[in-house]
Structures are given as C-alpha cells and as structure tokens.
T-cell receptor, first 118, second 114 residues
Framework: AQTVTQSQPEMSVQEAETVTLSCTYD???????LFWYKQPPSRQMILVIR??????QNATENRFSVNFQKAAKSFSLKISDSQLGDAAMYFC???????????????FGKGTKLSVKP | DTGVSQDPRHKITKRGQNVTFRCDPI?????LYWYRQTLGQGPEFLTY????????KSRLLSDRFSAERPKGSFSTLEIQRTEQGDSAMYLC????????????FGQGTRLTVV
C-alpha cells in the first residue's frame, strides 16, 4: 500500500521569505501523480501544484515549486516570497496512475500547518 | 459553476441518531469521492462513485455508513446510529474521468456527535 509522510507538523516563515515543506512517499508503482493541496482555516481544500511521476522536470506554479526526487521518493514544496494569505494547512497527496487501475482517490499525509509572520 | 457544494456545513447530533449529508459535485464531473478528516490528520478515503455506480469502499466505511449517488449527480452519505468516534469533517470531491485532472473539494460537513 502507498503511504505519504509529512514530518513537519508546523512550520513558520517570515513574510516575503522562502519556506520548504517536506513530503516523502512510499510506493512500488511507476505510474502515479503527486499533489500539494492547501486548506485554509474553515475553507475548502484547493490544489496548489501537481507533478506527474513520468516527468523529470519539477512543476512550478508562480511562487510555488516542487523538488521531485523520484529515486528518493521525496516531493517537497517551496513557497517563495511568502504572503500572509499562504498561511494554511498544506497536505501532500499521492494518486495512482491509470495503468495501476486507479480509481483516482488520493492518499494524504497528515499535513503541515504553515504560519506566516508579518 | 459554483464548484463542489456540501450541505449542511455543520451538524451536531446526539449519539445514536442518524445523519445524512449531501454533496453536489461540479456538473460535468462523473467521479465523486467521500473522505473523512479528523483533527490533526489528513483526509482519509471513504468511497468512490463513477456516475451512479459505487465502485470502491474503504474498510473505514463500516456497515453503519451508506452512500448513494442515485442519478449520477448529487450524492448522499448517511451514518446510522452515530457514535462519538464519527465526529469529523466529511469532505466530498469530484473530478473528471480523464486521468490527469485534479479533484475539486467542497467545504466539507463538520459532524459533532455529543
């Protein structure tokens, strides 16, 4: 079975600084997707960034980028120029690819609570 | 399209009562998922529908839980004889059948069993 581990329950960053959130996963599959989701307090979970396992290039979305190390099964999220609105729970998630017979359900880590200091 | 909608947002019930939650997915999405999220944890998969067919159920979904998606549109999740351990946030998500599309989440229903 696949597992996702986030070893940082809480992180803090100064506004305008950069922070990296860690995520490791375990799988024997070769076809899968990795995601970072953001869950602000009392608000719905939204997708931050997605990485297809077959792509070597790290995904980037504006101030958000990932460091995808497939051999090490590591998938960290870097937030640059942190803003107050970035404060939220961040969840790393895994999804099997279609070839694995995936139904599309996500496997989540326990999350990292990010605080942004003004 | 207003996204995934869940109702109610909050529910307080007495132990032993039955509760039902509703999820309205994004209209063109044929996949619908239910997750449960307890305090300090990430969401855990409960069940999955493709159109009206319930294709997968987690072992977390005890026989007190039942989910339906009768016409392939909205879905309901019912919990019978609620227990305090059922207190959690219940999240609904929907996605397209295309493999590389993301899941969109609703705001969740927070259940408190007293």
């Amino acid at each position: 079975a696949q597992t996702v581990t986030q070893s940082q329950p809480e992180m803090s960053v100064q506004e305008a600084e950069t922070v990296t959130l860690s995520c490791t996963y375990d799988t024997s599959e070769s076809d899968y997707y990795l995601f970072w989701y953001k869950q602000p307090p009392s608000r719905q979970m939204i997708l931050v960034i997605r990485q297809e396992a077959y792509k070597q290039q790290n995904a980037t979305e504006n101030r958000f980028s990932v460091n995808f190390q497939k051999a090490a099964k590591s998938f960290s999220l870097k937030i640059s120029d942190s803003q107050l609105g970035d404060a939220a729970m961040y969840f790393c998630a895994y999804r099997s690819g279609v070839r694995g017979g995936s139904q599309g359900n996500l496997i989540f880590g326990k999350g990292t609570k990010l605080s942004v200091k003004p | 399209d207003t996204g995934v909608s869940q109702d109610p947002r909050h529910k307080i019930t007495k132990r032993g009562q039955n509760v039902t939650f509703r999820c309205d997915p994004i209209s063109e999405h044929n996949r619908l998922y239910w997750y449960r999220q307890t305090l300090g944890q990430g969401p855990e998969f409960l069940t999955y529908f493709q159109n009206e067919a319930q294709l997968e159920k987690s072992r977390l979904l005890s026989d007190r839980f039942s989910a339906e998606r009768p016409k392939g549109s909205f879905s309901t999740l019912e919990i019978q004889r609620t227990e305090q351990g059922d207190s959690a946030m219940y999240l609904c998500a929907s996605s397209s059948h295309r493999s590389n599309t993301e899941a969109f989440f609703g705001q969740g229903t927070r259940l408190t069993v007293v």
